[in-house]
């Protein structure tokens, strides 16, 4: 029964979501906060390789119900443009196939949807930075911000929204280039894909777009990591001091599980399917095992060799 489960068109209870690792010396790795963060919501994680060709990003596409593009330092790959080019036109053909991007996943979204690689401004200090959102005028209306307003932070005296959390410094930066409200102006094609949720200003004061929803497409992105509030707790060693200035708090906390619990629902809607219950067991990453070998960056990672 369970396989044939898996070739029925309907949604999925337990989406599979790929994740693109990055380069790393001779390997690729993937921080694990992002696979516990999408595991945290009930989905389950596929890797998926940096140099994948188009025929591996073709076999993927068809069998996971979403993507995510995590943060790093890597350069925007093919394999990236390819999910991005299958996603687009599947989304509007009515099949639903969802897309995270978290920091420099945010900024590949917008090299993407843009069409412009240069769509990134260079030099801003905001990294090791966490902020309380701006939100825009039309942000708290949003898509994956409204039911916010009636979730609320788990034992917290006095009551307080999830939607309401976002006023408080619950955003970890980590980046030095991103995309200004002008230049997301002055590209038609983000106005034509995106609604801007938020904005931020860095040590400088100089603004830059923090989150953003697709206008039609199911694709949501941050120029934060809400990934780091529950699953990045490095510290320096010997001063015992955090490595980063990532919240912890039930604010913090709130929000990473509400934003992760509503795009992982959004993946439940896709019909994308294995066609067998081996060949999905195989792909995911429960057979890989965790390193520490970059902490305090990233307190465990995933290693590939591939």
Not at 55 to 84: C, I, S, T, Y
Request: include cysteine; aromatic fraction near 10%.
């Amino acid at each position: 029964m369970l396989a044939l489960s898996l070739l029925t068109a309907t949604p999925h209870p337990t989406p599979i979501i790929a994740i693109m690792s990055h380069p790393h010396g001779k390997q690729q790795y993937m921080a694990a906060s992002y696979v516990k963060w999408i595991e945290l919501a009930g989905g389950r994680v596929m890797p998926l390789n940096y140099h994948s060709t188009d025929a591996e990003v073709d076999a993927v596409f068809e069998q996971v119900n979403g993507a995510l593009f995590m943060g790093g330092g890597a350069k925007l790959p093919p394999a990236a443009r390819r999910l991005w080019s299958k996603a687009a036109v599947a989304n509007a053909a009515g099949d639903v196939f969802p897309i995270w991007g978290s920091c420099l996943g945010f900024e590949w979204i917008m090299q993407l949807a843009s069409g412009d690689d240069n769509i990134l401004t260079n030099g801003f200090d905001s990294e090791n930075l966490t902020l309380p959102l701006n939100l825009t005028a039309t942000g708290a209306s949003s898509r994956i911000l409204s039911p916010a307003a009636s979730m609320p932070v788990p034992f917290n005296s006095p009551p307080l929204s999830v939607l309401d959390a976002l006023n408080l410094p619950v955003t970890m930066n980590n980046h030095n280039q991103g995309v200004t409200p002008a230049s997301f102006e002055a590209s038609s094609a983000l106005r034509s894909t995106f609604t801007v949720i938020s904005t931020n200003v860095d040590r400088k004061g100089t603004e830059f777009v923090s989150m953003v929803e697709g206008t039609s497409m199911p694709v949501w992105a941050t120029q934060w990591h809400p990934e780091k509030n529950i699953f990045e707790q490095g510290v320096s060693l010997p001063s015992g001091l955090p490595y980063e200035v990532v919240q912890h708090t039930r604010a913090a906390i709130s929000v990473s599980q509400y934003l992760v619990g509503f795009f992982v629902d959004q993946c439940r809607q896709s019909t994308h399917r294995f066609t067998s219950a081996t060949a999905e067991w195989d792909s995911l990453i429960y057979k890989y095992t965790t390193s520490m070998e970059m902490a305090p960056e990233f307190v465990q990672t995933y290693l590939f060799g591939y």
